[in-house]
Structures are given as C-alpha cells and as structure tokens.
C-alpha cells in the first residue's frame, strides 16, 4: 500500500530536550515536505527536500533542522524544543517538481507534539 | 497575508442539505487543488483544477475553477455525515515549485 509513515504519532516532552520525528515513505518520490497545522493558520510549509541531499527551507524553518540521506527518508529534528512548536506536523511527499507538475501531494497521517 | 481565502471557515449544516465553499485569491493560480482532512488523519487530495472554467465532478461534490482562474468553488449535494470534515483549497506557486495551503473550511454535517 502506498503510504507516507510518521512516527511518533503523539508525544508529549518538556522544553530543550532533543526530539526527532520520522517520516518515510514507499512511493519512490523524490519530494519530500513537513507542515505544522496550527488553528487559524492553516498548514504552514516548515522544509522541504527536492531530492537526496537537497534540502531548503519553508515559511517557518526556526528551530527545526531536517536531512535527506536516503531518499524514501526525512526526519524532522526538534533540537531544542520550546511550547510555540506545540502542534501537529505533517510530512508529505510527491513526485519531484517539473513540466507538468501540479504539486499533488500525499501526506501522513500526523504526529501531534506538546512541548511543555 | 493569506494568498488564499476560504470561507466560511465554519459551517454546520443538516444532512440532506446542499452547500458551497469558496477559495479566493488575488493571484492567478497556475493550478488549484482541493483536499479532505478527516480527524486524526493527514489531508487526502480530492482534486486538481487547471484550466479555467473547468468543472470536476466526484459523486455529489461539484469543483468549479474560476474563468480567470483566481476562484474556486466546491459544492456538495445533498450532504451526509461522511462529508464532515476539514476542506482545504492548495495553490502551486509558480517558479517556487511550492504548494499554498488556505486556511480550510470546517464542515460538519448533522445527522
């Protein structure tokens, strides 16, 4: 089945203590993006990877780091977390940005994070 | 500043009813998707508009892209509880190969 898996999906922790979400997918795409959904702000772009070892960053990159070294894989790291990254984060991915492309994407099923 | 508007952002409707649900924007979109979001789930795309005035059917929700394409509209007929969900409108930013999120429009369809 054609998926994109994150994980964890919930977790609770406490400011300044390291985190990573993972995020892999089957689907042979060499897209790859994380999303933060916020109430009352939509679902705001935080990285993204056009391929293995290109990466850059979205509208709201502080205090997220991500890499690309296996293209099915795109973790995202928290490495010192504070209460305004309290939010649900989606990773998604789609084939890679060229003619023709309409920007279909497929995401995960959400990782919830409280920081406290 | 939103690129794209939804509105309403929430709206609560009895089953059997029809609604609308509107995307706008001042910029010109080179491609206009819709998305579900359900609880507990990631967004699944619905739709993909390209061409102005296009008009997509899926079962009883009607997509419309505006002549000018700087407008879409999504309509459901005779609405049941499985519509009830988060709809959210996605723009490609041309050049920045980049996909734009509105702020979605909660429906809740009531029994």
């Known amino acids: 089945e054609a998926q994109v898996t994150q994980n964890p999906r919930y977790l609770i922790t406490v400011t300044g203590k390291k985190l990573t979400v993972t995020c892999s997918q089957n689907m042979n795409h060499e897209y790859m993006s994380w999303y933060r959904q916020d109430p009352g702000l939509g679902l705001r772009q935080i990285y993204y990877s056009m391929n293995v070892e290109v990466t850059d960053k979205g509208d709201v990159p502080e205090g997220y780091k991500v890499s690309r070294k296996e293209k099915r894989n795109f973790p995202l790291i928290l490495e010192s977390p504070s209460p305004n990254q309290t939010s649900l984060y989606f990773c998604?991915?789609?084939?890679?940005?060229?003619?023709?492309?309409?920007?279909?994407?497929?995401f995960g099923e959400g990782s919830r994070l409280t920081v406290l | 500043t939103q690129l794209l508007e939804q509105s309403p952002q929430f709206l609560s409707i009895q089953e059997g009813e029809n609604l609308t649900v509107y995307c706008n924007s001042s910029s010109v979109f080179s491609s206009l998707q819709w998305y579900r979001q359900e609880p507990g789930e990631g967004p699944v795309l619905l739709v993909t508009v390209v061409t102005g005035g296009e008009v997509k059917k899926l079962k009883r929700l009607t997509f419309q892209f505006g002549d000018a394409r700087k407008d879409s509209s999504l309509h459901i007929t005779a609405a049941q509880p499985g519509d009830t969900g988060l709809y959210l409108c996605a723009s490609l930013i041309q050049g920045a190969q980049k996909l734009v999120f509105g702020q979605g429009t909660r429906l809740t369809i009531n029994p």
């Open positions: 998604a991915s789609s084939h890679r940005p060229g003619t023709g492309y309409t920007g279909e994407l497929f």
